[in-house]
């Protein structure tokens, strides 16, 4: 979340001086033309330009630097008339409009900051951050919200250490909302109750699976129809082997030595929710996992994310060489990678988390 939001400040502080600009080029037109071209009307224009980016005293002051602007072209030219009475009223005008926009949309920012607050503290309580150390594992994760004005989205992970040795859970909720927020919560809750109690990973999937169902049932409209794409890990504990669960979600990533091995499923499996379209059963896919190695899961934010052509982004390549048996620094260079491809924002929200063997 960190890298959007820092890159909408640095555009956000680009664009505050826009108002400047617009009076310095009715100063270079008028200057480069001798006074031949009306440049009132370009004036006029930089406080409705100020009013959604400065504040009611920055708009207001550009309304009066405009009609000292406007003042001083005049002067320069020729004396003062009659005729001047009008764009100069009208930019007085323009200005107090101007500020009364600035104050409507002030008060429009500081709701959509409360319900960005509220959102925000909603997804703290359902996803909290991860800790960095779950037994062997050496743990890192982010939430990456493609917008900011929809900070509640279908995206989770967990990872617990039970009995039966560490398990993950990595899954994106159709869509977003309050709706997402319910399923996303039941799923949180039963995998936190499956993973101490169910002595496998397939009856750890079919836990969320009745979950899934049950909260379709009990649900109407569009929530009757949800579905969560998921992969569902477990690292036993003697440390032996990784166990995954695929449904229906993107492979996850073995990063190790400068190589990466794709996680593919031996066989594809359904989301979770519609499992009963594919049978009961559940195929675990097992992979050797040496010290030093770290496992990448990510949502679609990721692998679906496009540059401006529409190519999507591969994160193969990107970690393809040499890194630090770091989880953090596995997740920054990827996330830095994939804003790079798109141009600094992602077109949906993306959950990532990353663990490493230490041990």
């Not at 505050?16 to 617009?22: E, F, N, S, T």
């Not at 005049?74 to 926009?101: M, Q």
């Not at 009757?224 to 477990?234: P, R």
Request: with cysteine.
């Amino acid at each position: 979340m960190r890298h959007s939001h820092n890159t909408a400040e640095k555009r956000r502080q680009w664009l505050r001086w826009l108002p400047a600009a617009v009076i310095g080029c009715a100063f270079v037109i008028d200057y480069s033309t001798l006074g031949g071209v009306n440049v009132f009307p370009l004036l006029a224009a930089a406080p409705g330009t100020a009013a959604p980016l400065l504040s009611l005293r920055g708009t207001i002051a550009t309304g009066v630097a405009a009609n000292v602007a406007g003042l001083i072209l005049v002067l320069l030219e020729r004396e003062p008339n009659r005729d001047d009475l009008v764009p100069f009223t009208s930019l007085i005008l323009l200005t107090v409009v101007a500020a009364v926009l600035n104050v409507l949309l002030a008060r429009d920012r500081r709701q959509l900051r409360t319900s960005r607050e509220v959102a925000a503290a909603v997804q703290r309580a359902v996803l909290p951050e991860l800790p960095r150390r779950v037994g062997p594992l050496a743990v890192a994760s982010r939430y990456e919200v493609a917008h900011e004005e929809a900070a509640i989205g279908g995206d989770l992970f967990a990872v617990h250490q039970t009995p039966h040795g560490v398990r993950i859970l990595l899954a994106d909720v159709r869509g977003k909302g309050l709706q997402a927020v319910r399923t996303v919560n039941a799923l949180l809750g039963a995998f936190r109750e499956a993973s101490d109690h169910q002595p496998d990973l397939p009856g750890v999937v079919r836990q969320l699976e009745s979950r899934m169902r049950a909260g379709a049932a009990q649900a109407d409209g569009a929530e009757a129809e949800s579905f969560a794409t998921a992969v569902v890990a477990e690292l036993p504990p003697d440390h032996s082997v990784l166990h995954v669960a695929n449904r229906g979600h993107a492979a996850s990533l073995l990063v190790h030595d400068g190589k990466v091995h794709v996680l593919e499923p031996a066989t594809p499996s359904l989301p979770l929710g519609l499992g009963y379209l594919g049978g009961d059963g559940v195929p675990v896919d097992r992979f050797e996992l040496p010290v030093g190695a770290t496992v990448v899961l990510f949502t679609d934010g990721i692998d679906e994310a496009r540059d401006p052509e529409g190519t999507f982004f591969d994160p193969v390549p990107v970690l393809s060489r040499p890194l630090p048996s770091d989880p953090e620094t596995v997740l920054d260079t990827l996330l830095t990678a994939v804003l790079r491809h798109t141009g600094g924002k992602l077109q949906d929200d993306a959950a990532l988390v990353a663990v490493t063997l230490v041990e």
